[in-house]
C-alpha cells in the first residue's frame, strides 16, 4: 500500500498521527510506503503489529526519535526492506536493533543523525544486505562494523559522509559482487589501493571529492574487466594517464580538477571501445589528445577545459558522434577549422579563453542542432555569420572578442535566453527585432560601439533579468516602459538537483536485486558528474563597484540593469520605481535631468544605486532612507540642492565620496554646511566596466 507522496499539507500533525495508526489496523499487509510526505514525530508503536511487513518505506519526512528506542523493530523481524533515509531519526552506528532480522537485504538510511554506542562484542547479523546506503549522515566518524561480515552487496552508498582515513578497499574485497560503490564526498587520504584479486562484477566506482593522492593506479581495467563508469575527480592524484585506464565496457571516465599532466593517451580510446563520455577537465594536461588517426567512434561527451594544450585545434577532438565539446581554458591558438560544420550533432559548443583567431566560420551553420555557443575571450574578428539566426541557439557567449558589423542577426533568434557580446565592436542601432526574443533572460551588449533610441520593444522582454548595455553611444529618452521588466523569475539553469528514493516501480520483483539497483545507476548517473549536458549559464555584471561572475543559484537571484556610460537625455521615468525586485541599478555617465523619482523609495530590494555624473536636481528624496538592502549609492557629480538624507539606517554607511560634486547639498557626511566642490558634468569615462564611485571608508 503506498500512501501518495507530496499530497498531506503541512501543520496537520494530529491528523496525519491518526493516519499513520489507521494503517496499524491492516494485521496482514505486506507492503507500506510513505515516502515524500510530510510526516512528522514519531512512529507509532503499533506499526509493530504488522508482523507480515516485508517492504517499509518512511524516506523523505520528519519522523524523529532514536531508533533504538523504538521497539516494534522487535516485532517486524520479516522485513526485506527498510528506507528510513531523508528524516531526522538518530540511527546508532551499530545497527543492532536489527539482529534478527533475517530476511533484511536491502537498507537505507542516509541523511539522518548517527549517534554513537556500545556495539556488540564480534556480533555477527544474521542478514546478508543487498543494498546499503548510509549518505550524508551527520556525526558518522567510522564505517559500521557490521559492514565486515557483509559478503553480499551488490550496491553500496557511503557518499557525504566526510569520513577520514584510508580507502576502505576491504569493502570491494569482502564483497566481490559488488556492481555499485559509490564514496564521493568523503574524507580519504594516500593512495587508491585496489583489491589483491580480479573484481569480476564492479560496474560503478566513484571516489571523487576526496583528498586521495599519488599516482592514478596503471591496472584499473585488469583490475575491474566489468567497469562502466569511474569517476576519480576532485582529488589530489598527480602524474600521467595510465594507458590502461579504460576498459572494454568503459563509458564515463571522470578525472577533472586533479594534477594530471601528460597527453591523452590513444591507448584510452583504443582500448575502451565503448567510451561516450570523457571528462579530463582542470588538471595540468599538455600535448597530445590521442595521437592524429585515432577517434574514438563513440564519444558523445569531451571535456578538455581547465588544462594547458596548446597549438592549433586537433583536428580529431571534432568528431562526428559528439554532442558536447570543451576545450575552454587552454592555450589552443589559430583559426577555428572549418571542419566544425561536420559535427551535426553538436548541442553545446564551447571554445571560451584560448587564443583563437581569425573569423568565425560560415560552416558554424551547419550546426543545425546547436544550443549553447561559446566563444569568450579569444581573438575572433569580423563579422558573425548572418546564417546564425536560423540556429536554434539558447545561450551565445562571445564577449570580448573584436567582433564587428551590426546584430541583426544575432537579435533574431527566438530561443534565446542568453546573449552575451560585450567588449567587442558591434555597430548600428539595437534592431527592433529584439522584441522577438520573448525566453530571454540575459542581455549583454556592453562595451561597443553601438547608437541610436534604445527601441520600445526591448519592454516586451517579459523574463529579462539582467540588462547591461553599457560604455555605448546610446542617446535620446529613456522608456517608461522599462519599468516593467525585471519581474518574472528567469529560467536560466542553475544545475540539476537530486532526491534519491527508490520506488516501488523500479523495485517491481522484490526478491531480485537488479531493478533497485540498476535504478540506483541510473539515478547516480543524473547527480554526478555524468550529466547529459554541462551547461551552467555563467553571466559577468557590474555592481557594487566591482564586476562579478553570476552563476548557479545566486544567477537565479540576480536582477539588474546598467545603463551607464551613453548619452541618454531627459528625465529619469517615475515608472522605473516599479522594478521593485532590481539589485543593482546604474544610470551614471548620461545627460538625464529633472528630480530623482521619489517612487525610488519602492525599490525594496536594490542594493547598488548609481545615478552619478548626470544633471539631476532638486532634493535627494528622503524616502530612499526605506531602502535597507542599499549597500552601494552615488548622486556624485549632479545639480543636487539641499539636506541629504537623515545619516541613519543604511545612509549612516555612505561617506561624502556619494554626495560630491553637488555644490549646493549639505549635512552629514559633507564636511561643511555646504559642499565647496565645485560641480562637474564632464568628467571623462573610465575604461573597464564599473561603477564610477570613491572608495569608501568605515
Given at each position: 500500500?503506498?500512501?501518495?507522496?507530496?499530497?498531506?499539507?503541512?501543520?496537520?500533525?494530529?491528523?496525519?498521527?491518526?493516519?499513520?495508526?489507521?494503517?496499524?489496523?491492516?494485521?496482514?499487509?505486506?507492503?507500506?510506503?510513505?515516502?515524500?510526505?510530510?510526516?512528522?514525530?514519531?512512529?507509532?508503536?503499533?506499526?509493530?503489529?504488522?508482523?507480515?511487513?516485508?517492504?517499509?518505506?518512511?524516506?523523505?519526512?520528519?519522523?524523529?526519535?532514536?531508533?533504538?528506542?523504538?521497539?516494534?523493530?522487535?516485532?517486524?523481524?520479516?522485513?526485506?526492506?527498510?528506507?528510513?533515509?531523508?528524516?531526522?531519526?538518530?540511527?546508532?552506528?551499530?545497527?543492532?536493533?536489527?539482529?534478527?532480522?533475517?530476511?533484511?537485504?536491502?537498507?537505507?538510511?542516509?541523511?539522518?543523525?548517527?549517534?554513537?554506542?556500545?556495539?556488540?562484542?564480534?556480533?555477527?547479523?544474521?542478514?546478508?544486505?543487498?543494498?546499503?546506503?548510509?549518505?550524508?549522515?551527520?556525526?558518522?566518524?567510522?564505517?559500521?562494523?557490521?559492514?565486515?561480515?557483509?559478503?553480499?552487496?551488490?550496491?553500496?552508498?557511503?557518499?557525504?559522509?566526510?569520513?577520514?582515513?584510508n580507502f576502505p578497499t576491504w569493502l570491494l574485497e569482502n564483497n566481490t559482487r559488488l556492481a555499485g560503490l559509490y564514496a564521493r564526498d568523503n574524507a580519504f587520504t594516500g593512495p587508491l589501493k585496489l583489491p589483491s584479486s580480479r573484481h569480476l562484477y564492479l560496474e560503478q566506482l566513484d571516489v571523487s571529492n576526496n583528498k586521495l593522492s599519488g599516482h592514478v593506479p596503471a591496472n584499473m581495467s585488469s583490475a575491474f574487466?566489468?567497469?562502466?563508469?569511474?569517476?576519480?575527480?576532485?582529488?589530489?592524484?598527480?602524474?600521467?594517464?595510465?594507458?590502461?585506464?579504460?576498459?572494454?565496457?568503459?563509458?564515463?571516465?571522470?578525472?577533472?580538477?586533479?594534477?594530471?599532466?601528460?597527453?591523452?593517451?590513444?591507448?584510452?580510446?583504443?582500448?575502451?571501445?565503448?567510451?561516450?563520455?570523457?571528462?579530463?577537465?582542470?588538471?595540468?594536461?599538455?600535448?597530445?589528445?590521442?595521437?592524429?588517426?585515432?577517434?574514438?567512434?563513440?564519444?558523445?561527451?569531451?571535456?578538455?577545459?581547465?588544462?594547458?594544450?596548446?597549438?592549433?585545434?586537433?583536428?580529431?577532438?571534432?568528431?562526428?558522434?559528439?554532442?558536447?565539446?570543451?576545450?575552454?581554458?587552454?592555450?589552443?591558438?589559430?583559426?577555428?577549422?572549418?571542419?566544425?560544420?561536420?559535427?551535426?550533432?553538436?548541442?553545446?559548443?564551447?571554445?571560451?579563453?584560448?587564443?583563437?583567431?581569425?573569423?568565425?566560420?560560415?560552416?558554424?551553420?551547419?550546426?543545425?542542432?546547436?544550443?549553447?555557443?561559446?566563444?569568450?575571450?579569444?581573438?575572433?574578428?569580423?563579422?558573425?555569420?548572418?546564417?546564425?539566426?536560423?540556429?536554434?541557439?539558447?545561450?551565445?557567449?562571445?564577449?570580448?572578442?573584436?567582433?564587428?558589423?551590426?546584430?541583426?542577426?544575432?537579435?533574431?533568434?527566438?530561443?534565446?535566453?542568453?546573449?552575451?557580446?560585450?567588449?567587442?565592436?558591434?555597430?548600428?542601432?539595437?534592431?527592433?527585432?529584439?522584441?522577438?526574443?520573448?525566453?530571454?533572460?540575459?542581455?549583454?551588449?556592453?562595451?561597443?560601439?553601438?547608437?541610436?533610441?534604445?527601441?520600445?520593444?526591448?519592454?516586451?522582454?517579459?523574463?529579462?533579468?539582467?540588462?547591461?548595455?553599457?560604455?555605448?553611444?546610446?542617446?535620446?529618452?529613456?522608456?517608461?516602459?522599462?519599468?516593467?521588466?525585471?519581474?518574472?523569475?528567469?529560467?536560466?539553469?542553475?544545475?540539476?538537483?537530486?532526491?534519491?528514493?527508490?520506488?516501488?516501480?523500479?523495485?517491481?520483483?522484490?526478491?531480485?536485486?537488479?531493478?533497485?539497483?540498476?535504478?540506483?545507476?541510473?539515478?547516480?548517473?543524473?547527480?554526478?558528474?555524468?550529466?547529459?549536458?554541462?551547461?551552467?549559464?555563467?553571466?559577468?555584471?557590474?555592481?557594487?563597484?566591482?564586476?562579478?561572475?553570476?552563476?548557479?543559484?545566486?544567477?537565479?537571484?540576480?536582477?539588474?540593469?546598467?545603463?551607464?556610460?551613453?548619452?541618454?537625455?531627459?528625465?529619469?521615468?517615475?515608472?522605473?520605481?516599479?522594478?521593485?525586485?532590481?539589485?543593482?541599478?546604474?544610470?551614471?555617465?548620461?545627460?538625464?535631468?529633472?528630480?530623482?523619482?521619489?517612487?525610488?523609495?519602492?525599490?525594496?530590494?536594490?542594493?547598488?544605486?548609481?545615478?552619478?555624473?548626470?544633471?539631476?536636481?532638486?532634493?535627494?528624496?528622503?524616502?530612499?532612507?526605506?531602502?535597507?538592502?542599499?549597500?552601494?549609492?552615488?548622486?556624485a557629480y549632479n545639480n543636487l540642492s539641499g539636506a541629504v538624507p537623515p545619516f541613519e539606517a543604511q545612509f549612516s554607511t555612505f561617506d561624502k565620496s556619494s554626495y560630491e560634486g553637488n555644490p549646493l547639498l549639505c549635512g552629514v557626511p559633507l564636511d561643511n554646511e555646504r559642499s565647496s566642490t565645485k560641480s562637474s558634468n564632464t568628467s571623462p569615462k573610465v575604461e573597464g566596466h564599473t561603477f564610477q564611485l570613491m572608495?569608501?571608508?568605515?
Amino acid at each position: 500500500m503506498t500512501w501518495p507522496s507530496n499530497k498531506l499539507p503541512r501543520g496537520k500533525a494530529v491528523f496525519k498521527n491518526r493516519l499513520l495508526k489507521s494503517w496499524c489496523e491492516l494485521k496482514n499487509i505486506q507492503e507500506l510506503s510513505f515516502v515524500n510526505n510530510n510526516f512528522e514525530g514519531t512512529l507509532p508503536s503499533c506499526l509493530g503489529n504488522l508482523t507480515s511487513l516485508r517492504w517499509l518505506s518512511l524516506g523523505g519526512n520528519r519522523f524523529t526519535g532514536n531508533i533504538a528506542s523504538y521497539t516494534l523493530w522487535r516485532r517486524l523481524t520479516s522485513l526485506e526492506y527498510l528506507d528510513i533515509s531523508f528524516n531526522r531519526f538518530e540511527v546508532p552506528v551499530s545497527f543492532n536493533q536489527f539482529v534478527n532480522h533475517s530476511k533484511l537485504i536491502y537498507l537505507s538510511v542516509g541523511y539522518n543523525t548517527l549517534t554513537t554506542n556500545t556495539e556488540f562484542k564480534n556480533w555477527i547479523p544474521n542478514f546478508q544486505l543487498k543494498f546499503f546506503a548510509i549518505e550524508g549522515c551527520v556525526n558518522l566518524q567510522r564505517l559500521p562494523s557490521f559492514l565486515h561480515y557483509q559478503h553480499d552487496l551488490r550496491i553500496l552508498a557511503i557518499e557525504y559522509n566526510q569520513l577520514p582515513g584510508n580507502f576502505p578497499t576491504w569493502l570491494l574485497e569482502n564483497n566481490t559482487r559488488l556492481a555499485g560503490l559509490y564514496a564521493r564526498d568523503n574524507a580519504f587520504t594516500g593512495p587508491l589501493k585496489l583489491p589483491s584479486s580480479r573484481h569480476l562484477y564492479l560496474e560503478q566506482l566513484d571516489v571523487s571529492n576526496n583528498k586521495l593522492s599519488g599516482h592514478v593506479p596503471a591496472n584499473m581495467s585488469s583490475a575491474f574487466p566489468k567497469l562502466i563508469s569511474l569517476n576519480m575527480s576532485l582529488n589530489l592524484f598527480e602524474g600521467p594517464i595510465p594507458s590502461d585506464i579504460g576498459g572494454f565496457h568503459l563509458r564515463g571516465l571522470v578525472l577533472s580538477h586533479n594534477f594530471l599532466s601528460g597527453g591523452v593517451p590513444s591507448d584510452l580510446a583504443i582500448g575502451s571501445p565503448s567510451l561516450t563520455f570523457l571528462r579530463l577537465s582542470n588538471n595540468k594536461l599538455t600535448g597530445q589528445i590521442f595521437s592524429k588517426d585515432v577517434r574514438p567512434s563513440l564519444l558523445f561527451y569531451l571535456f578538455l577545459n581547465g588544462n594547458s594544450f596548446e597549438g592549433p585545434l586537433p583536428s580529431n577532438i571534432f568528431l562526428k558522434p559528439l554532442i558536447a565539446l570543451d576545450a575552454s581554458s587552454n592555450n589552443f591558438s589559430g583559426e577555428i577549422p572549418q571542419g566544425i560544420g561536420d559535427n551535426t550533432k553538436l548541442l553545446q559548443l564551447d571554445l571560451s579563453k584560448n587564443h583563437l583567431e581569425g573569423s568565425i566560420p560560415v560552416e558554424i551553420c551547419n550546426l543545425k542542432l546547436i544550443q549553447v555557443l561559446a566563444l569568450t575571450e579569444n581573438k575572433l574578428s569580423g563579422p558573425v555569420p548572418s546564417c546564425v539566426s536560423g540556429l536554434p541557439l539558447e545561450h551565445i557567449h562571445l564577449d570580448k572578442n573584436q567582433l564587428v558589423g551590426e546584430l541583426d542577426a544575432l537579435l533574431n533568434i527566438s530561443s534565446l535566453k542568453t546573449l552575451d557580446l560585450g567588449y567587442n565592436s558591434f555597430t548600428g542601432n539595437i534592431p527592433c527585432t529584439i522584441g522577438s526574443l520573448s525566453n530571454l533572460n540575459f542581455l549583454l551588449l556592453n562595451n561597443n560601439q553601438l547608437q541610436g533610441e534604445i527601441p520600445t520593444q526591448i519592454c516586451l522582454l517579459n523574463k529579462l533579468s539582467i540588462m547591461d548595455v553599457s560604455f555605448n553611444k546610446l542617446y535620446g529618452p529613456l522608456l517608461s516602459c522599462l519599468g516593467n521588466l525585471i519581474q518574472a523569475e528567469n529560467d536560466a539553469e542553475t544545475g540539476s538537483s537530486y532526491f534519491h528514493t527508490t520506488t516501488r516501480l523500479a523495485w517491481s520483483d522484490f526478491l531480485s536485486w537488479i531493478s533497485s539497483a540498476r535504478n540506483y545507476h541510473i539515478s547516480y548517473d543524473v547527480r554526478t558528474d555524468f550529466s547529459v549536458m554541462d551547461v551552467e549559464t555563467r553571466i559577468q555584471f557590474t555592481t557594487k563597484r566591482n564586476t562579478f561572475t553570476y552563476k548557479g543559484s545566486i544567477l537565479k537571484y540576480m536582477k539588474g540593469i546598467d545603463l551607464s556610460s551613453n548619452i541618454l537625455t531627459g528625465e529619469i521615468p517615475i515608472e522605473l520605481g516599479n522594478l521593485s525586485k532590481i539589485h543593482a541599478l546604474n544610470l551614471s555617465h548620461n545627460h538625464f535631468v529633472g528630480r530623482i523619482p521619489d517612487t525610488f523609495s519602492n525599490l525594496h530590494e536594490i542594493e547598488s544605486l548609481d545615478l552619478s555624473y548626470n544633471s539631476l536636481s532638486g532634493r535627494i528624496p528622503v524616502g530612499l532612507l526605506e531602502l535597507y538592502r542599499l549597500a552601494i549609492f552615488s548622486v556624485a557629480y549632479n545639480n543636487l540642492s539641499g539636506a541629504v538624507p537623515p545619516f541613519e539606517a543604511q545612509f549612516s554607511t555612505f561617506d561624502k565620496s556619494s554626495y560630491e560634486g553637488n555644490p549646493l547639498l549639505c549635512g552629514v557626511p559633507l564636511d561643511n554646511e555646504r559642499s565647496s566642490t565645485k560641480s562637474s558634468n564632464t568628467s571623462p569615462k573610465v575604461e573597464g566596466h564599473t561603477f564610477q564611485l570613491m572608495p569608501r571608508t568605515r
